[in-house]
């Protein structure tokens, strides 16, 4: 019981009390990968550790097994002498409710989402088809249109997409910037780590943690595709071409490099600050770590105790 209260307690906390934790500095600004997987990181944290809590009522550990026999013999000892003489093993049933409740409620989420998105991008799809006329020079599809926008379609038929508008508004090295930026995207899967976020947040709509996750993960997920960009144009050019589409409409399943974030990312190529040190990077990656591990340590606190008093016999 002990380990199902630290985990809950744990739970609550990181998620209410992360989004500021993760948010201090302007470190995730200047490691942008490093911060979308931070943020990834402490969601996974939250969610392992209350699913843990209901694993840990079904099966309370509190011996030390020595190998993979003994752990099942053990499991099963344990659940006898636990709930063999109650009727209804309450505490057991809440568990896996709440283990398998939570589970299925993230899974049928995820379905849900993949599924909007799959077919969001087939409609589209089909509408660029009739619409769209393809650039091979480009390597992207042409839409006229008047308003100056550069999006992504992702998916197994992945494409760029800029308009007439665009193409008028943007000169030769504007236009290759915003073309890496969008690819960037399509390289680095990035639409996944978008609609995970979103799919957490629709399903826990009411945990501060996760509705910053799915901000603060889209936001960063436009900085890694800025600095993308960044590498093989100067970043002058890459802040022109963000102002010209930055009143570009993104649609449903897509991502695009315009929106509400861009006039902010203008400022962070034109004053960019210096990237973070090894020993920075290096502690955040030792965070990241300590937020993975921790749910599962405090899960199986009781059978590390019990190790250590079979093991460890210390004499004073």
Known sequence: MTATAALLVYAVVLGTLGPRLLRLGSWAERAPRLGVI???????????????????????????????????????????????????????????????????????????????????????????????RPRPDLDAMVIEHDEPLAYC???????????????????????????????AHLRGRHAMAVNLAMAVNRAFPAVPLFRAARAEISRLIELLADDVAARTHDRTTVAA??????????????????????????RRMLAPSNPLSRTARLTGAIGIGLLAALPLTLALNPAITAVIEQHCHLTF
């Open 241 to 266: 071409a963000l102002v010209t589409v930055a009143s570009g409409r993104t649609p449903a399943a897509a991502l695009g490099a315009g929106g509400g974030t861009a006039l902010l990312r203008v």
């Open 38 to 132: 931070a943020w990834q990181a402490a969601t996974a944290s939250v969610l392992g550790a209350v699913i843990l809590a209901g694993l840990a009522l079904v099966v309370p550990i509190a011996q030390a097994p020595h190998g993979l026999a003994d752990l099942l013999a053990a499991c099963r000892m344990m659940i006898r002498a636990h709930y063999e003489n109650t009727p209804q093993p309450i505490g057991a049933y809440g568990g896996l409710a709440v283990a398998g409740g939570i589970t299925l409620w993230i899974i049928g989420h995820v379905l849900v989402m993949v599924v909007t998105i799959v077919v969001q991008r087939r409609r589209h799809l089909r509408v660029l088809m009739m619409v769209a």
């Open 153 to 183: 379609l992702p998916g197994r038929h992945r494409c760029v997409v800029v308009s007439s508008g665009a193409l008028a508004g943007l000169d030769a090295d504007q236009l290759s910037a915003v073309l890496a930026h969008e690819r």
